[in-house]
């Protein structure tokens, strides 16, 4: 099972090698995974910005807790959710799939509709907290992605997303950050890579119901 | 690229074939992988409820929006964050950690009040959608893995929360279902799966920030 030997793998990197480099055959690959990542009917509804500029990373590190792995990361992925959800979206969606499948626009308007009906029922706050969750499925086949080629990562949600928010000036491209990954390669001298990785016992995690 | 090609194998199955079911073997693997995903500060903050009984299922199925793949999956995982966080919760990680590594527990107790600290900043409304994002990781490592044995798998959000709350009585364990997973077979006349499968392009997905 390659899938569990790359779990197995990785680790959240404290300490990267600030000289190592992923390549862009390989940055390729990363955003690849990203874009085929499953979301909530499908709308993606997230942009992701990927930083490799040393002086940038320089000025985001005292809004991400000071954190190393911030300037000596090869890339740093910053997922932002849509601040505010828009019916919009769905007919820009609904555009997209239909013409990427050859259909009529009509064919699924219907689709659309029901979609925007069920989102509607959210309130505002729940609205919110959905789109929020939709990157970390990409988060996670990210870091699966960057484990395959044995290159390292660090998720965080370190920072206080108003900072980066205004640093980036998301608020007027309707973005949020909620949700970081770095990306590279370990330093040797980082010891979290030699600590035993903890998980909870299998059955505090699962519960079997029924027979 | 197993990763990539996993992603593009698989999609959201709207038929399962109902007579198809995984092994226990293979149901281990799928737990494994979700046991070992991560999660904010490795806290794991959920539990994951796994139905494979007909009956259970079919009793489920009105509260999910009628929908086939709760019947006709093999099993359905339902994934239940922490309805409200505990400073004991950090506590009993601290212990796990310090027990499976051979510390003491006080080298670590410093690092669990910084966590306790930072959680504390959250807002409830904050600290509810933190802890329901921390399942998406597990959720796609699911999907990962299944897609790796050539088990189909089909994420939902469409059921009502508080329906499949009180039915499994989640508010007596301070537990909240957030998302599911359908695992199981494809039927041969699932037509969804001759679908091309379409997302946003990549410079509607990505912005490279500076140089």
Redesign the interface.
Known sequence: ????N???W?Y?TKKFDADKKINDEQLS?L????????S?Y?L?L????????L??KKQLQPLCWQQSQITDCSHLFIFCSYKNYNDNDVDEYIK??TT??GLEYTTLEGYGSFIKG?VSEKTP?EQ???L???P??????L???CA??QIDTC?M??FTPEDINRF?QLDNKNLNA??MVAVGYRSEDDTAQH??????A?ND???????
Chains 1, 2 share one sequence.
């Open positions: 099972m390659q899938v569990l790359n779990l197995k990785r959240a690959c955003k690849e995974a990203i874009r085929l990542s499953p909530s499908g993606q997230y942009k992701v910005l990927i930083i490799s500029d002086e940038i997209l799939v990427e499948q069920k706050t919110t907290a959905w929020e969750r939709q970390y499925l990409a988060v996670s086949n870091i699966m992605a395959e080629q998720p949600e370190g980036f909620v949700v600590r035993k990785k903890v998980r909870k299998e995690l699962f519960e079997i119901v029924g027979s």
